[in-house]
C-alpha cells in the first residue's frame, strides 16, 4: 500500500485513469452503450455528432443511456426516440449556386415551382430563370416566352403556370403565351402546399399562435378548415390526408394529423379567403382537427414526403438535421443529409406528378432562400446564394462552452451556375 501512494505509484494511476479517461471520451470511444454495434458507413459522422452533444444536453454517460442503434430513448408516452436505420437510403447528394440571373438581389420574389420538366424561379426585376431537370442548365428559350412581362409571384396550379402582374392572374400557355386567369383563384401571395384532382391546399403560420390549413375544393368552390400549426407538408395515401406541421418556436414541436375527409371540416362562409381575414378577431375560435397520430417536442420536422414507397421526414433535432422513417414513436435516421443544420421557418414540400419533390427553404424575412429538389434516388441542394450553401458539422465529442466557436468546412464540392 505504501508504494502505491508513493508519488512514483500515484503518477502511475493518473496516467491508467488519463488513458481510460481518453479511451472512453474520444471519437473512438462508444459513449452510447453496446461497443460491438457498428454503424453504415453513411450513418458514423451522424452517430458522432450525436455524441458529442451528449454533454451538451446534460446526459450522463453511464449505464443508463440506450443500447446503440438506438440514440435517444424516450422519457414518456407522449415523447419520441431516434435510432440509426439498419440500411440507410444510399441517396447522392449534390450542391449548386444558382445566382439571380437579372439583378444583384440573391432571393427570388417567390417560392419556386416545378414546370413542364423545368425549375421555375421567380427574380428580381420580376423576371423567370428557368432550369431544366435534371441537369439545372438554362432554359433560355422557355424564359423568353415567360418574361413578356413583370410578374410578383406565380405557382402551378392544374399542371398550368400561373403568374400575378399588375395585380392580376395570368395563366401561361405554350401556343398563345400569357392569357387572363379565368377560373377562381384560391390562393394569395403564398404558396401551395398540396394539389390534387379534388382538392388545392394552403396554410396559414401564426406562430407560437397557432395556425390553419386550408382545404379548397375546386369542385364546389368552398374552403375547409382545420387547426394546424404551421404546416409545412401533405401526404396522400389511399384517400386520406396526412398535415405535418411544424413550430420553429423554442425548443420546437411537431405533429400530424390524419384528415379522412376534408369536406368534415368546419367550412368557410366568409366572403374572403379565411387566410387573408383578420386572425386576431377570431383567434381562439374552436376549429376542426384531425386524428392525431403524433405530437412531439424538442424536434423540428421541416418536410414530409413518400420516397420509395414510404413516408421520410426531414428531422432537426439538437441543431442536425437528417431524414428520418418513423414507427411506433422512434424516428430511424436513413441519411444524414448534408451533414449540417439545415433549419428553415415555414419550408414548404411539393410532390409533383412527375415524381419530383421539391423542398423550398424560407427563412425569417419570408423568402426562399434555397431549396431541395429530390429526383429519383438523388438530392440536390440549391442556394440562391453562397452564403446559405451546407457546411459540415464537427463531429468530436468535445465539451461545449457558452465562447465555443465552431470551425466548418464545405461537406461537398459546390459548382456554381451562371
Not at 50 to 77: C, K, M, N, S, V
Not at 91 to 111: C, D, E, G, I, W
Not at 281 to 286: I, L, M, N, P, S
Request: hydrophobic share 40%; proline share 6%; charged share 20%.
Amino acid at each position: 500500500m505504501k508504494k502505491l501512494l508513493s508519488p512514483f505509484g500515484m503518477l502511475g494511476l493518473l496516467v491508467v485513469l488519463a488513458a481510460g479517461a481518453y479511451a472512453y471520451f474520444s471519437p473512438a470511444g462508444i459513449t452510447l452503450r453496446n461497443k460491438q454495434y457498428v454503424p453504415p458507413p453513411e450513418l458514423q459522422k451522424l452517430l458522432k455528432r450525436f455524441q458529442r452533444f451528449q454533454t451538451h444536453y446534460d446526459e450522463a454517460i453511464d449505464e443508463a443511456l440506450p443500447a446503440l442503434p438506438l440514440i435517444y430513448e424516450r422519457q414518456g408516452a407522449a415523447d419520441f426516440s431516434v435510432a440509426l436505420a439498419d440500411k440507410p437510403l444510399g441517396l447522392r447528394k449534390t450542391q449548386v449556386v444558382l445566382p439571380n440571373p437579372f439583378a444583384a438581389a440573391p432571393y427570388p420574389l417567390s417560392f419556386s415551382v416545378v414546370y413542364q420538366g423545368n425549375l421555375i424561379a421567380l427574380f428580381q426585376p420580376g423576371r423567370f430563370a428557368c432550369y431544366r431537370l435534371p441537369e439545372l442548365t438554362r432554359n433560355l428559350v422557355l424564359e423568353k416566352q415567360l418574361n413578356t412581362r413583370k410578374f410578383a409571384y406565380h405557382w402551378v396550379l392544374n399542371g398550368r403556370l400561373v403568374g400575378l402582374s399588375g395585380g392580376r392572374c395570368l395563366v401561361f400557355s405554350e401556343n398563345t403565351g400569357w392569357q387572363p386567369y379565368a377560373g377562381p383563384m384560391p390562393l394569395g401571395k403564398q404558396p401551395k402546399l398540396f394539389e390534387d384532382a379534388r382538392y388545392i391546399v394552403c396554410a396559414k403560420c401564426n406562430g407560437e399562435w397557432g395556425g390553419e390549413v386550408y382545404f379548397y375544393d375546386k369542385q364546389k368552390q368552398l374552403y375547409y378548415l382545420a387547426e394546424a400549426t404551421c404546416p409545412a407538408a401533405v401526404m396522400e395515401r389511399d384517400g386520406k390526408y396526412f398535415v405535418l406541421s411544424s413550430l420553429a418556436h423554442m425548443m420546437g414541436s411537431a405533429d400530424m394529423q390524419q384528415i379522412d375527409d376534408p369536406a368534415q371540416l368546419t367550412r368557410w362562409l366568409g366572403k374572403i379567403k379565411p387566410q387573408d381575414r383578420d386572425f386576431g378577431r377570431t383567434y381562439g375560435a374552436e376549429l376542426s382537427h384531425g386524428k392525431p397520430l403524433f405530437a412531439y417536442r424538442g424536434l423540428l420536422l421541416l418536410s414530409g414526403f413518400s420516397l420509395h414507397q414510404q413516408a421520410v421526414y426531414l428531422v432537426n433535432w439538437r441543431d442536425t438535421a437528417f431524414l428520418a422513417t418513423w414507427k411506433d414513436g422512434i424516428f430511424y435516421a436513413v441519411d444524414p443529409l448534408f451533414h449540417d443544420d439545415l433549419y428553415a421557418n415555414n419550408p414548404v414540400t411539393t410532390a409533383y406528378d412527375s415524381g419530383v419533390i421539391l423542398m423550398n427553404i424560407d427563412s425569417s424575412e419570408e423568402v426562399e432562400t434555397s431549396c431541395l429538389l429530390i429526383i429519383d434516388n438523388q438530392i440536390v441542394k440549391i442556394n440562391w446564394h453562397r452564403e446559405t450553401i451546407s457546411k459540415e458539422y464537427l463531429t468530436d465529442p468535445l465539451v461545449f462552452t457558452s465562447d465555443s466557436l465552431l470551425q466548418f468546412v464545405d461537406s461537398v464540392d459546390v459548382q456554381e451556375i451562371e
